[in-house]
């Protein structure tokens, strides 16, 4: 039986999927948010295949692969309209992605996104039911998260999901999981605060997680020199936009915040990423540890 929930989320994203389409916006409307996720997901693959390149004689099964990193197995789970394994696929075609996704309106679109790519399969699969999922266990080398978890309106059922996740992924493999924690909000909110500002909540689809969330014994963190970038990497943005933002919009006594609005593009950019910890939604890489 599913989840009380579930039209809930079914419906929400019907309606994403027909307003938005094979738009880069779809399940992101924030322009600047989705852009540096876009370029953190592929600058994450990128130096996991270029670590894996360089230290093959070292590197347990990873030593045995041809050909460089030509066999790597990208998963993106809950892959939406099929966007970012598009624009992965498009950067580096020597591998092989696969896509899930549950909504059958955004994964139709994500066929179509990735319509004439050879190395793109887009599946069915309910995250939480591991056997709706027709990947192998440990077959994965590089597992990519973008705003899954939170769709499911309940603790059991992401810690669930997260066991399946975790699964498919080989010893050794790679995770990023980029999802919003209740901790973020909440500091977000004690700056809006002090403008006079309502809170503001997770949307009415979303459950934001706790920040231990990710505390699991297959877990460990995946430092990589050369790839340093912060889990609150979109704190300056999240500032800006919706506390500064916010304010002004209030002291000119205008009532409809503005998203991607000139002033929040500007000033975003203009300071350092990463200042504070104002932002709910956080990055977080992972090695999946050795059996």
Not at 42 to 63: K, L, P
Not at 205 to 216: A, G, R
Not at 239 to 265: I, P
Request: with cysteine; net charge negative; aromatic share 10%.
């Amino acid at each position: 039986m599913k989840p009380d929930y579930d039209e809930t989320i079914i419906s929400h994203y019907n309606k994403i999927a027909e307003e938005y389409g094979l738009s880069s916006r779809s399940t992101m409307e924030d322009e600047i948010v989705r852009k540096k996720e876009t370029t953190i997901i592929r600058d994450f693959v990128e130096h996991v295949a270029y670590e894996w390149r360089s230290d093959f004689a070292q590197n347990g099964e990873y030593a045995t692969k041809k050909n460089g990193d030509k066999d790597l197995i990208i998963l993106d789970v809950g892959c939406g309209n099929g966007y970012t394994i598009k624009c992965l696929a498009g950067d580096f075609t020597s591998y092989s992605y696969i896509g899930v996704e549950y909504n059958d309106k955004l994964r139709e679109l994500a066929l179509q996104q990735v319509t004439g790519l050879a190395n793109v399969r887009v599946l069915p699969g309910d995250l939480r039911v591991r056997e709706t999922i027709n990947i192998k266990n440990e077959s994965v080398d590089i597992l990519l998260c973008q705003r899954v978890l939170i769709n499911l309106l309940s603790h059991h059922d992401t810690k669930l999901a997260l066991n399946n996740i975790l699964s498919l992924v080989k010893s050794n493999g790679r995770l990023l999981f980029i999802e919003a924690f209740s901790s973020g909000l909440a500091n977000l909110n004690n700056a809006r605060g002090e403008f006079g500002l309502e809170p503001i909540g997770p949307a009415y689809h979303n459950k934001y997680l706790e920040d231990d969330f990710f505390s699991h014994p297959d877990l460990q963190p995946c430092p990589m020199p050369s790839f340093n970038i912060p889990k609150n990497i979109l704190s300056t943005h999240y500032y800006v936009s919706r506390v500064l933002h916010a304010a002004l919009l209030q002291q000119l006594q205008q009532s409809d915040w503005k998203r991607n609005s000139h002033f929040v593009k500007f000033v975003s950019t203009a300071l350092p990423d990463g200042v504070g910890d104002y932002a709910p939604l956080q990055f977080h890489f992972f090695i999946k540890k050795g059996g």
